[in-house]
């Protein structure tokens, strides 16, 4: 079963506003249409829990609560939550914490719009949860 | 990085003066290359030569290439060959300084020749690219034996070089690094640590109309104003540049390396931050410095 890229919720959670700035345009540029923003690692939780994202782009680096742990909150509240890391810090280690924590993918930082593009169509051909 | 580092060689020679330097670095994206410079640089002809091709242009029509051939100072294949050459950065940057008179065809010559003795250049390291040797200019730019890990110092510089030019453009030079920060109620700075093996602060120290214009290229905006979005692109670079640094100590080094992260403040407070180098990057819109504790 597909799912229609414009009916697809988004979050973005980074600590800048400027990176979330340009991962929001790009997404919408795509189709998206519902895109939300967090700007650090316990606002990631709280709002995946208000609006049950169908695609999340998580930081790693950021205040609070790093993304690394958001993720693992994440799919603890939701096994099916497809979150993708979006980071600049693509290190062996964090690359392996990721993968443990569950995350879909992981885009390395500066991100290419071919690559967000890349992982909305498959989420898209996929389904939703 | 041969074209970053020429005009800091230029400038410690005192070849050209700061000044100078900036208004090169302004024209050099406008400037076109000569065939009298580019043979010059390949080794085809002198400048005297060069000298006495426009003396004979200024009396008839013809082209230079025509006239050198005809001369017998080059010949036709060389022509050619310098003709479909991709001309180098730095090249178009003393072109710049010849066209605005700074510097004469002799100097230039003068200047490329002991540039390319002093890092043991060949005509291939430049053809190569301009990544080749970036080892021997940071050397030549720092001495980091003072430094815990001189060799992590000096990839970390090699790589701010190269993201710079990635990130903000082209047109910018080292200048002489300093060894400590001032208090300055005035200037911003954006911190960033890194952690877990290689444990050192990094900055970048600007003055307000500095930052807004390096965050402008940096994220491609035109601001005009200093905001949150200039804030947020002072640390997006330096948690960029950070970030690929981690990324190569991991792959390189196995050093699996942390990051804090980054925040920008008006008002430095030298005692926050110990030892320091500080690399100061002239770009045309004003002095970037970028800071690293020892």
Known sequence: MSMNIKDMKVLVCDDSILSRKKLKDCIIAIGCSEVYEAADGEEAVTRFKEYHPDLVFMDIVMPKKDGIAAVTEILEEDKNAKVVMASSVGTQSFLKDAIKAGAYDFLQKPLDPEQVKRIINNISSQGGN | ?294
């Open chain 2, 1 to 294: 990085m041969f074209t970053q580092f020429f005009g800091n060689y230029l400038l410690n020679e005192n070849l050209v003066t700061p000044e100078q330097l900036i208004d090169g670095l302004q024209a050099k994206k406008n400037t076109r290359m000569k065939l009298g410079v580019l043979a010059i640089n390949a080794g085809y002809m002198t400048a005297g030569q060069v000298e006495t091709v426009h003396m004979k242009q200024s009396t008839m029509d013809k082209r230079f290439g025509d006239i050198a051939v005809e001369c017998g100072f080059v010949t036709s294949e060389q022509i050619d060959e310098l003709l479909n050459q991709q001309p180098q950065g730095y090249l178009l940057l003393g072109q710049a300084f010849v066209d605005k008179g700074y510097m004469t065809n002799a100097q230039f010559e003068d200047a490329i020749r002991t540039y390319k003795e002093k890092y043991s250049l060949t005509d291939e390291d430049l053809n190569e690219g301009e990544d080749g040797k970036s080892s021997v200019m940071v050397d030549s730019l720092i001495d980091l034996s003072s430094t815990s890990n001189p060799d992590l110092y000096k990839e970390y510089i090699i790589l701010l070089m190269n993201n710079l030019i990635r990130f903000t453009g082209d047109d910018y030079t080292p200048l002489k690094p300093e060894f400590n920060l001032s208090d300055n109620s005035e200037l911003y700075i954006t911190v960033q640590g890194i952690n877990n093996g290689f444990d050192v602060d990094t900055a970048l120290v600007a003055d307000e109309e500095t930052l807004i214009q390096f965050a402008s290229r940096y994220a491609d905006e035109s601001f005009t104003e200093m905001n949150e979005y200039v804030d947020a692109s002072a640390c997006d670079f330096m948690n960029l540049h950070n970030g690929l640094f981690t990324v190569n100590m991991s792959n390189e080094k196995e050093l699996e390396l942390k990051l804090t992260p980054p925040s920008t403040k008006k008002g430095i407070n030298a005692d926050d931050h110990g030892d320091v180098i500080v690399l100061p990057v002239q770009y045309p819109f004003g002095i970037v410095k970028f800071v690293i504790t020892k």
